[in-house]
């Protein structure tokens, strides 16, 4: 995990401490929103991703907990909305968001595959507008 937040840290041109914590909020996001199983399998061919996920708590605050009762499409569409609140409260502006959530799904690629990642990506609404 260190090589990755390292490699999307100097893509986005932040701190290794803020990259990690992006991080943690994007696979959290993912795998309250995404498919389970695509997700489970971005999240174990990311060696650290559990621990770092678990670090950043799984929250999504009101925000998202609201969206995790919705569901669906609507309920996707604030998990976006309430992820990208996540990080520019973290301190990230708009670029370094996409910088960073480009840079994660290109790592995840590598990983496992773009069918997996486009499945996942494609399944919540938002999401492709940020890539």
Known sequence: ?????????????????????????????????????????????????????????????????????????????MGAMAALNELTDAGLDMGEVQAVTRELIQAAREHVGADVVDRVVASIPGLGQVL
């Open 1 to 77: 995990m260190d090589e990755l937040i390292g490699r999307i840290a100097s893509a986005a041109g932040i701190s290794e401490d803020l990259a990690r914590q992006a991080i943690g909020i994007i696979l959290n996001f993912l795998n309250r929103d995404g498919p389970q199983d695509a997700v489970a399998r971005i999240v174990a061919a990311l060696p650290g991703a559990s621990a770092l996920m678990a670090e950043q708590g799984g929250g999504g605050g009101l925000l998202g907990s609201l969206a995790g009762k919705l569901g669906g499409s609507i309920g996707g569409g």
